[in-house]
T-cell receptor
Framework: QKEVEQDPGPLSVPEGAIVSLNCTYS??????FMWYRQYSRKGPELLMY????GNKEDGRFTAQVDKSSKYISLFIRDSQPSDSATYLC???????????????FGKGTHLIIQP | EPEVTQTPSHQVTQMGQEVILRCVPI?????FYWYRQILGQKVEFLVS????????KSEIFDDQFSVERPDGSNFTLKIRSTKLEDSAMYFC?????????????FGSGTRLTVV
């Protein structure tokens, strides 16, 4: 079983729809959960960051983490054509203080918002 | 907005040659990382660097890879003897508090093509 699973899509929805993206993971040591947006041939850009379980909202974006189910979600409300990109989930273990743990990424979901 | 700068944007090299990929992290950041993304695959962690030493490295980061912070601003990744399978996008990232604070800031990447 892969450490982080993410449906690669493509996921195509009409403009204005609510988009739901999600990842599952197997490593219960993950504590930090992030969503990145990546445009073609560009670096990932941080959208949302959550520590442990719970919800976090920022504008049109809501991130949810359910550690008991090892499941994280990103919701995009009022989706726009400019939201078309690849969305990557990423996670890491507890920051140990003396060093820095690398991120484990999902493969990314290619999202297309149709005008 | 501060950004991570990577040069060159595209590097073509002959198999067996050494390459150095360069990065200028955000100036007040303390943690530095290299990731790679083979075309069509997930972003993979290579190495993290803090306090002038490697904090963590993945299985990918074998003896042919090395990192260095030669001065107060640059962070480099050297691949000693390139192989065809090293062809990928290489992303540098930096953070001011490890992965668990506000995530990382990624650069736009260097596309390495080994021929």
């Amino acid at each position: 079983q892969k450490e982080v699973e993410q449906d690669p899509g493509p996921l195509s929805v009409p403009e204005g729809a609510i988009v739901s993206l999600n990842c599952t993971y197997s490593n219960s040591a993950f504590q930090y959960f992030m969503w990145y947006r990546q445009y073609s041939r560009k670096g990932p850009e941080l959208l949302m960051y959550t520590y442990s379980s719970g919800n976090k909202e920022d504008g049109r974006f809501t991130a949810q983490v359910d550690k008991s189910s090892k499941y994280i979600s990103l919701f995009i409300r009022d989706s726009q054509p400019s939201d078309s990109a690849t969305y990557l989930c990423a996670m890491s273990r507890m920051y140990s203080g003396g060093g820095a743990d690398g991120l484990t990424f999902g493969k990314g979901t290619h999202l297309i918002i149709q005008p | 907005e501060p950004e991570v700068t990577q040069t060159p944007s595209h590097q073509v090299t002959q198999m067996g040659q050494e390459v150095i990929l360069r990065c200028v992290p955000i100036s007040n950041h303390l943690y530095f990382y290299w990731y790679r993304q083979i075309l069509g695959q997930k972003v993979e962690f290579l190495v993290s660097f803090y306090n002038n030493e490697i904090s963590e490295k993945s299985e990918i980061f074998d003896d042919q890879f090395s990192v260095e912070r030669p001065d107060g601003s640059n962070f480099t990744l050297k691949i000693r003897s390139t192989k065809l399978e090293d062809s990928a996008m290489y992303f540098c990232a930096s953070s001011d508090g490890g992965p668990g604070k506000d995530g990382y800031t990624f650069g736009s990447g260097t596309r390495l093509t080994v021929v």
